[in-house]
């Protein structure tokens, strides 16, 4: 059964960093490609960053670009999300969801991501 979980969140001052991971215990993982999605108190979510099962392709928002890394250990089963230069609008819960099978893009839309995390919180202060 898949089971995504995202570890790494926590507090940070505005400018710091943190690296978020996403796991998962199926071998199966590997060959899928990964977004990372945030949703703060009364937003929707939000996309963040994905990549591709051969980490030869991402996508991110204009929001992160130049600030976050996504990227991938297959034999780790991992997927990783480097946020530096922090800004308290990054505030959010950060979620990593899979994208389904045969998507050959990596698409900004949640509904697109099947499996999905139960979320770390990330909290940036001024």
């Known amino acids: 059964q898949v089971q995504l979980v995202e570890s790494g969140g926590g507090l940070v001052q505005a400018g710091g960093s943190l690296r978020l991971s996403c796991t998962d215990s199926t071998r199966s993982f590997n060959v899928y490609a990964v977004g990372w999605f945030r949703q703060a108190p009364g937003k929707e979510r939000e996309f963040v960053a994905a990549i591709n099962w051969s980490a030869d392709n991402t996508n991110y928002a204009d929001s992160v670009k130049g600030r976050f890394i996504i990227s991938r250990d297959n034999a780790q089963n991992t997927v990783y999300l480097q946020m530096n230069s922090l800004k308290p609008s990054d505030t959010a819960v950060y979620y990593c969801?899979?994208?389904?099978?045969?998507?050959?893009?990596?698409?900004?839309?949640?509904?697109?991501?099947?499996?999905w995390g139960q979320g770390a919180q990330v909290t940036v202060s001024e």
């Open positions: 969801a899979r994208l389904r099978a045969g998507t050959r893009y990596l698409p900004e839309t949640p509904r697109l991501y099947d499996y």
